[in-house]
Protein backbone atom coordinates (compact mmCIF):
# COMPACT_ATOMS: atom_id res chain seq x y z
CA UNK A 1 0.00 0.00 0.00
CA UNK A 2 1.36 3.46 -1.22
CA UNK A 3 2.03 5.68 2.35
CA UNK A 4 1.71 9.19 1.90
CA UNK A 5 5.20 11.12 1.96
CA UNK A 6 6.09 12.70 5.48
CA UNK A 7 6.48 15.63 4.55
CA UNK A 8 3.68 16.29 2.05
CA UNK A 9 1.78 19.28 1.87
CA UNK A 10 -1.93 20.26 1.19
CA UNK A 11 -3.07 23.81 1.12
CA UNK A 12 -6.54 25.03 -0.06
CA UNK A 13 -6.07 27.55 -3.00
CA UNK A 14 -9.18 30.23 -3.25
CA UNK A 15 -7.31 32.21 -6.30
CA UNK A 16 -7.67 28.92 -8.43
CA UNK A 17 -10.80 28.15 -7.01
CA UNK A 18 -12.12 31.79 -8.33
CA UNK A 19 -10.70 31.63 -11.99
CA UNK A 20 -12.45 28.24 -11.82
CA UNK A 21 -15.41 29.67 -10.73
CA UNK A 22 -15.35 32.75 -13.25
CA UNK A 23 -14.87 29.80 -15.89
CA UNK A 24 -18.19 28.17 -14.96
CA UNK A 25 -20.11 31.54 -14.63
CA UNK A 26 -18.50 32.25 -18.14
CA UNK A 27 -20.35 28.96 -18.93
CA UNK A 28 -23.52 29.35 -17.45
CA UNK A 29 -23.89 32.90 -18.57
CA UNK A 30 -22.96 32.37 -22.01
CA UNK A 31 -25.75 33.32 -24.69
CA UNK A 32 -28.00 36.07 -25.59
CA UNK A 33 -31.71 36.34 -23.61
CA UNK A 34 -34.34 37.43 -25.93
CA UNK A 35 -35.92 40.30 -24.63
CA UNK A 36 -39.31 39.86 -23.34
CA UNK A 37 -40.92 36.97 -20.85
CA UNK A 38 -39.58 33.90 -21.12
CA UNK A 39 -41.45 30.06 -19.51
CA UNK A 40 -39.89 30.01 -16.31
CA UNK A 41 -40.93 34.22 -15.86
CA UNK A 42 -44.46 32.54 -15.21
CA UNK A 43 -43.97 30.49 -12.12
CA UNK A 44 -42.21 33.54 -9.82
CA UNK A 45 -43.72 36.30 -11.81
CA UNK A 46 -42.75 38.97 -9.34
CA UNK A 47 -39.13 37.71 -9.38
CA UNK A 48 -39.29 37.92 -12.67
CA UNK A 49 -40.25 41.48 -12.77
CA UNK A 50 -37.77 42.68 -10.41
CA UNK A 51 -35.25 41.18 -11.79
CA UNK A 52 -36.00 42.70 -14.89
CA UNK A 53 -36.22 46.02 -13.42
CA UNK A 54 -33.11 46.18 -10.92
CA UNK A 55 -30.88 43.49 -12.88
CA UNK A 56 -28.22 41.52 -10.77
CA UNK A 57 -25.56 39.21 -11.12
CA UNK A 58 -25.88 35.28 -10.72
CA UNK A 59 -24.13 34.78 -7.15
CA UNK A 60 -21.53 31.90 -7.39
CA UNK A 61 -23.99 29.57 -5.46
CA UNK A 62 -26.41 29.90 -8.59
CA UNK A 63 -24.13 29.29 -10.74
CA UNK A 64 -22.45 26.26 -9.29
CA UNK A 65 -26.09 24.95 -9.06
CA UNK A 66 -26.59 25.69 -12.45
CA UNK A 67 -23.33 24.26 -13.79
CA UNK A 68 -24.01 20.67 -13.22
CA UNK A 69 -27.04 21.06 -15.23
CA UNK A 70 -25.35 22.66 -18.19
CA UNK A 71 -22.77 20.13 -18.39
CA UNK A 72 -25.04 17.22 -18.25
CA UNK A 73 -27.23 19.20 -21.57
CA UNK A 74 -24.30 19.50 -23.24
CA UNK A 75 -23.39 15.58 -22.53
CA UNK A 76 -26.99 14.31 -23.43
CA UNK A 77 -28.07 17.12 -25.92
CA UNK A 78 -25.12 18.09 -27.89
CA UNK A 79 -25.34 21.46 -26.06
CA UNK A 80 -26.23 23.99 -24.13
CA UNK A 81 -30.27 24.80 -23.54
CA UNK A 82 -31.24 27.98 -25.94
CA UNK A 83 -32.27 31.45 -24.05
CA UNK A 84 -34.74 32.20 -26.14
CA UNK A 85 -35.62 29.35 -28.41
CA UNK A 86 -38.98 29.69 -29.68
CA UNK A 87 -41.63 32.21 -29.23
CA UNK A 88 -45.33 31.61 -28.87
CA UNK A 89 -47.99 34.43 -29.59
CA UNK A 90 -50.37 32.27 -28.28
CA UNK A 91 -49.25 32.59 -24.78
CA UNK A 92 -46.93 35.78 -25.09
CA UNK A 93 -43.18 34.28 -24.28
CA UNK A 94 -40.45 32.74 -24.80
CA UNK A 95 -40.27 29.36 -24.20
CA UNK A 96 -37.25 26.96 -24.98
CA UNK A 97 -37.96 22.67 -24.35
CA UNK A 98 -34.45 21.02 -24.22
CA UNK A 99 -35.42 18.90 -26.90
CA UNK A 100 -38.20 18.34 -29.28
CA UNK A 101 -39.25 14.96 -30.61
CA UNK A 102 -42.36 14.72 -32.94
CA UNK A 103 -43.49 18.13 -31.52
CA UNK A 104 -43.47 16.46 -27.93
CA UNK A 105 -41.14 18.21 -25.35
CA UNK A 106 -38.33 15.95 -23.56
CA UNK A 107 -37.34 17.98 -20.83
CA UNK A 108 -34.08 17.08 -18.72
CA UNK A 109 -33.26 17.68 -15.03
CA UNK A 110 -30.33 16.80 -12.37
CA UNK A 111 -31.46 17.14 -8.71
CA UNK A 112 -29.35 15.83 -5.82
CA UNK A 113 -32.19 13.89 -3.95
CA UNK A 114 -30.42 10.70 -1.97
CA UNK A 115 -34.20 9.13 -3.28
CA UNK A 116 -36.23 8.82 -6.27
CA UNK A 117 -39.62 10.05 -6.61
CA UNK A 118 -42.52 8.11 -5.54
CA UNK A 119 -45.43 10.73 -6.38
CA UNK A 120 -46.43 13.21 -8.44
CA UNK A 121 -45.86 15.94 -6.03
CA UNK A 122 -42.19 14.93 -5.96
CA UNK A 123 -41.52 16.04 -9.22
CA UNK A 124 -43.29 18.97 -8.86
CA UNK A 125 -40.95 21.39 -8.90
CA UNK A 126 -39.75 20.02 -12.59
CA UNK A 127 -43.38 19.60 -13.81
CA UNK A 128 -44.37 23.21 -13.47
CA UNK A 129 -42.05 24.52 -16.30
CA UNK A 130 -43.01 21.16 -18.21
CA UNK A 131 -46.54 22.00 -18.12
CA UNK A 132 -45.29 25.62 -19.42
CA UNK A 133 -44.01 24.02 -22.35
CA UNK A 134 -46.58 21.55 -23.25
CA UNK A 135 -48.52 24.81 -23.35
CA UNK A 136 -46.04 25.98 -25.98
CA UNK A 137 -46.03 22.84 -28.24
CA UNK A 138 -49.93 22.80 -27.96
CA UNK A 139 -49.12 18.52 -27.20
CA UNK A 140 -50.51 16.62 -24.46
CA UNK A 141 -47.84 13.87 -23.76
CA UNK A 142 -44.16 14.95 -22.52
CA UNK A 143 -41.22 13.21 -21.27
CA UNK A 144 -39.18 14.38 -18.17
CA UNK A 145 -35.35 13.24 -17.58
CA UNK A 146 -34.12 13.19 -14.29
CA UNK A 147 -30.71 12.84 -13.69
CA UNK A 148 -30.53 11.58 -9.92
CA UNK A 149 -27.11 12.37 -9.04
CA UNK A 150 -26.76 11.30 -5.46
CA UNK A 151 -29.49 8.09 -5.58
CA UNK A 152 -28.83 5.77 -3.03
CA UNK A 153 -29.58 2.05 -3.06
CA UNK A 154 -30.22 -0.89 -1.34
CA UNK A 155 -27.37 -1.19 0.31
CA UNK A 156 -26.73 3.06 1.24
CA UNK A 157 -24.32 3.38 -1.44
CA UNK A 158 -24.68 6.74 -4.13
CA UNK A 159 -24.11 6.90 -7.98
CA UNK A 160 -25.87 8.93 -10.66
CA UNK A 161 -29.28 6.98 -11.90
CA UNK A 162 -31.32 7.95 -15.01
CA UNK A 163 -35.11 8.10 -14.16
CA UNK A 164 -37.38 8.59 -17.63
CA UNK A 165 -41.04 9.84 -16.45
CA UNK A 166 -43.93 9.99 -19.45
CA UNK A 167 -46.05 12.96 -18.69
CA UNK A 168 -48.98 13.08 -20.14
CA UNK A 169 -52.90 15.00 -19.71
CA UNK A 170 -56.23 15.53 -21.42
CA UNK A 171 -56.36 18.19 -23.71
CA UNK A 172 -58.96 20.02 -21.69
CA UNK A 173 -56.65 20.49 -19.02
CA UNK A 174 -54.07 21.65 -21.72
CA UNK A 175 -55.99 23.86 -22.66
CA UNK A 176 -56.94 25.49 -19.30
CA UNK A 177 -53.32 25.17 -18.36
CA UNK A 178 -52.71 27.17 -21.58
CA UNK A 179 -55.24 29.84 -20.71
CA UNK A 180 -53.22 30.91 -17.39
CA UNK A 181 -49.88 30.41 -18.31
CA UNK A 182 -50.62 33.29 -21.13
CA UNK A 183 -52.68 35.42 -18.32
CA UNK A 184 -49.72 35.25 -16.17
CA UNK A 185 -47.88 36.02 -19.56
CA UNK A 186 -49.97 39.45 -20.18
CA UNK A 187 -49.70 40.13 -16.73
CA UNK A 188 -46.14 40.41 -16.33
CA UNK A 189 -45.42 41.78 -19.51
CA UNK A 190 -48.05 44.80 -18.61
CA UNK A 191 -46.02 45.27 -15.05
CA UNK A 192 -42.69 45.50 -16.82
CA UNK A 193 -43.98 47.92 -19.68
CA UNK A 194 -45.36 50.13 -16.85
CA UNK A 195 -42.73 49.36 -13.94
CA UNK A 196 -45.38 48.93 -11.33
CA UNK A 197 -45.64 45.51 -9.98
CA UNK A 198 -48.81 45.79 -8.74
CA UNK A 199 -51.30 42.58 -9.16
CA UNK A 200 -48.71 40.14 -9.89
CA UNK A 201 -48.81 36.60 -8.14
CA UNK A 202 -46.33 35.69 -5.54
CA UNK A 203 -43.34 33.65 -6.48
CA UNK A 204 -43.05 30.14 -5.54
CA UNK A 205 -42.65 29.92 -1.53
CA UNK A 206 -38.90 28.40 -1.97
CA UNK A 207 -37.46 30.88 -4.88
CA UNK A 208 -39.18 33.53 -2.14
CA UNK A 209 -37.12 35.30 1.27
CA UNK A 210 -34.27 36.75 2.58
CA UNK A 211 -31.97 33.46 1.68
CA UNK A 212 -33.24 32.53 -1.58
CA UNK A 213 -33.94 36.02 -3.69
CA UNK A 214 -31.78 38.81 -4.14
CA UNK A 215 -34.73 41.26 -4.76
CA UNK A 216 -36.72 40.29 -1.69
CA UNK A 217 -35.77 43.77 0.19
CA UNK A 218 -37.35 45.61 -2.79
CA UNK A 219 -40.34 43.23 -3.76
CA UNK A 220 -41.55 43.00 -0.17
CA UNK A 221 -44.15 40.56 -0.84
CA UNK A 222 -47.63 40.81 0.79
CA UNK A 223 -48.26 38.10 3.31
CA UNK A 224 -44.25 37.58 3.36
CA UNK A 225 -42.39 40.44 4.24
CA UNK A 226 -41.57 40.42 7.91
CA UNK A 227 -42.39 37.87 8.98
CA UNK A 228 -40.07 35.03 10.57
CA UNK A 229 -40.69 32.32 7.91
CA UNK A 230 -39.41 34.50 5.09
CA UNK A 231 -37.24 37.06 7.09
CA UNK A 232 -34.59 34.76 8.16
CA UNK A 233 -31.19 35.34 7.04
Not at 32 to 59: F, M, N, S
Not at 156 to 171: I, K
Request: charged share 25%.
Amino acid sequence: MLNLPEHLTVGRNEAAEARLTAVARAYVEAGTRPAGVHATDVLDPLRAYWQTIEPKALTDREVMLFFPGRMLHALVLGGAPDEGGRYSEELGLWWSPDKLEGGEVRELKTVRNFKEPEVVGDLKLHLEQLLVYMSGSGTCHAQLWVLLLNLRDDLGRTAPAFRVYDVSLPREDLDRNTTVVAAHSRLLARAIERKDPDGLPLCRAWKCGARNCLWYGSCKPDGRYGTVAFDRL
